[in-house]
Every structure is written in C-alpha cells, then in structure tokens.
C-alpha cells in the first residue's frame, strides 16, 4: 500500500512537511508513506495546456497521484484558507475530468498553523475543493494547533498524543484503500 504525503508548504523548515514525517514513522506495518514535492514546480493552471503539449511536472502529478493508493494532505492556511500553490495542484490533478488523477482517489486531510486553530479553515476547504475534484473523503480533519511548540529544531513530532492520532487517521485511511477482496 502506498500512500503519498503532500504538504501545502513549499518552506524549508515547514511544520507541515514535519508532520507528513511524523506520518511516515506513523504508518502502520505494509503502509509505505512517501513525500511527493511536485507542488512547487506546476505551472498556474491554464486550460490552453491541456492536450499534447502537457507539462512534464503536470504529467508526473497526474501520474503519481493517479497511481497512488491514497493521498494525505497537509495544509497550513494562509489568510483563512488553502496555500495558492496546493489548490493549484488540486486543480491540475482535476482534469480531465472523466479521467483526472483526483476522481475516486481516497484521501485525507491533516493541517498545521501556528495560530489556535491548526488550519482548521484551510482543511475543510480543502475537504471541499477535493471533494468537488471528484476524490473520496476519509477520515476527520486534524487539526495541529500552535505549530511551532509541537516539534523539535528538527522538525520531530514531540507530542505523544498527536502520533497516536496520526496513526490512527493512516490506519483508517490504508483499510478503506484496500482492495476488495473478490468474492470466493
Ligand atoms: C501568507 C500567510 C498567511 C497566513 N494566514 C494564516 C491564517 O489565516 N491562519 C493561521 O492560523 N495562520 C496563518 N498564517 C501562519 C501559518 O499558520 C504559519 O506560518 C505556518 O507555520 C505555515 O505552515 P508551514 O509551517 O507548514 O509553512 C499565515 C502565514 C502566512 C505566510
């Protein structure tokens, strides 16, 4: 099982790239969960390059997010919603639309602000925007609030409870990806 990570932060030190690796120590045993950082290179989305003459960062996007089993993204909120650059990507892997990388893809939505609410608006406009792009909402909004107190200078997740909570959200997330199994 294979779940990509996208954090909605392109900074160096960003607390929500830190959490999508605590997520990774998180995952449960057959989980692999893997950064994808392709947000920063996509071009603003412009219908006029659609077609032949896609660009490569978008072709990786609409690849990687399409053959995933699963998507977690990690927004921060930036003046009361979604970063440009990460609805941006959700936009891209949203066409085409009978085909787009997003339509039935499973995922959740984690978020980290340094602020008292832990992104909270951020997320569940985010819950909107990809629910709109077609893709299949797991799990509940997590919302870390006063970032910058929650990890190590090396971006090390200290706080027990929000592990536990992470592997919980990536236990759900995994079983409702899964396969069904065909019938005997
Ligand atoms: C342009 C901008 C707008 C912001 N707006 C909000 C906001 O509306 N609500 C909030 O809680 N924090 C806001 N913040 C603070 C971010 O939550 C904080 O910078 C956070 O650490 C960003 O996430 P990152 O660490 O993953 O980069 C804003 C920060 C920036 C740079």
Known sequence: MRILAVSGSLRAGSH????????????????????????????????????????????????????????LFATPEYNGSVPGGLKNAVDWGSRPRLEAALTNQNVAVIGASTGQFGAMWAQADLRKILGLAGARLIGDELPVTRAHEKFDHQGRLLDGELFERLRLLLETLALEAAPVEAAA
Request: proline content about 5%; aromatic content about 6%; overall charge negative.
């Open 16 to 71: 929500n790239t830190s959490l999508l690796q605590a997520a990774i120590d998180a995952a449960p045993e057959g989980v692999d969960v893997e950064l994808w950082e392709g947000i920063g290179g996509l071009p603003i989305y412009d219908q006029d390059l659609e077609g032949t003459d896609l660009p490569e960062s978008v072709r990786r996007l609409r690849e990687d997010w399409g053959s995933a089993d699963a998507i």
